[in-house]
């Protein structure tokens, strides 16, 4: 059984860090990604890395960029999201998803992942 386990989430005040953690298990994973929900708001995707098959480096959004780090241990089957100078905006409940398959997926839409955690919240105030 594929278990996803999101950590890490919690309330900063703007320009405050936080640092996600998700553990897979169950399965190993060729590519690991972070989308996030807000109330109202269609799931959107936050940042992916990727350590086999085809495919490069990590990849963020463009409000991630340059604010969020996405790393990951392929051997430990986990990825981290450092979220630095945090905005009211980033408020959301963000979402660990994960897949197996080596070749190509469109790592943007939340419909090419198979498995997903149950989330984690995170609240930035202004």
């Known amino acids: 059984q594929v278990q996803l386990v999101e950590s890490g989430g919690g309330s900063v005040q703007a320009g405050g860090s936080l640092r996600l953690s998700c553990a897979a298990s169950g399965r190993s994973m060729s590519i690991m990604a972070w989308f996030r929900q807000a109330p109202g708001k269609e799931r959107e995707f936050v940042a992916a890395?990727?350590?086999?098959?085809?495919?490069?480096?990590?990849v963020y959004a463009g409000f991630a960029e340059g604010r969020f780090t996405i790393s990951g241990d392929s051997a430990k089957n986990s990825m981290y999201l450092q979220m630095n100078n945090l905005e009211p905006e980033d408020t959301a409940v963000y979402l660990c998803?994960?897949?197996?398959?080596?070749?190509?997926?469109?790592?943007?839409?939340?419909?090419?992942?198979?498995?997903w955690g149950r989330g984690t919240q995170v609240t930035v105030s202004s």
């Open positions: 890395i990727r350590w086999s098959g085809s495919g490069v480096g990590p």
């Open positions: 998803t994960a897949d197996s398959t080596v070749g190509f997926i469109n790592v943007f839409s939340s419909r090419a992942y198979d498995y």
